[in-house]
C-alpha cells in the first residue's frame, strides 16, 4: 500500500525517486533543495552499499555542517579498493579510491564519513579556490584540527590539488562568520 502510494505521488509529480525506497518532495533548484536532495542520496547509497566507503569531498562537508557554495549535483564516496563500476551507470555519485588511515575515518549519525580534517583537505586539493575556501574556513570554525591537517596535507606532498590545498590553507581564517563573509575577504 505504501509503495503504491509513493508511486502515485512519484507520477503526479509530487515526489522524485532519488534511490529504490528513497523519495524527495520535487523540484530541487535552491541551494537547500539541493542540500535536501544530496542527503537523500547519501541515504539511499548508505542502505544499499555493501563494500566499505565513506562519504567524502563536499558530500561530507555537508554532513559536518560546513557551509557549501555551489554543491554539485552528485555525492563524493570514498573507498579502499577500486570500484568496479562506471561513472555512466550512476551519474549521481562520484567515486574516489585511495588508502584511507583509520585517522581520517568517522561515523556521524550511522553513516561511515571522511574526518572533517581529512574532508578540509580533500575540499581544499579538488575544489576551485572560491568553493574550496568556503568549506575550509567553516570547518575550521567547527574545530578542525590544523595540526592534522598540516599532516594530511604533509602526506599528500605530490599528490594531485596540492597546491591548490596549501593556497586555500594559507587564506583561511577560522574566524569567518558565513560563506559571503568568505568570498568578499577572497574578492
Known sequence: RR????A???RA???VRVRRGVYLPS???????REEWLLGEVRGLVSRLRTPFWVSHDTAALLWGCWTWRLPPFAHLTQLGHPNVTRERDVAVRRHWTDLPVRDRAVLDGVPVTSLERTLVDCARSLPLERSLVVVDSALRLGADRDVVESIVEES???RGIVRARRALELADSRSESPGETLVRLA
Do not use: D, F
Open 8 to 10: 502515485a505521488r512519484a
Open 157 to 159: 606532498r605530490g599528490k
Open 3 to 6: 509503495r503504491a502510494e509513493l
Open 13 to 15: 509529480g509530487e515526489l
Open 27 to 33: 523540484a530541487h533548484s535552491a541551494p537547500s533543495e
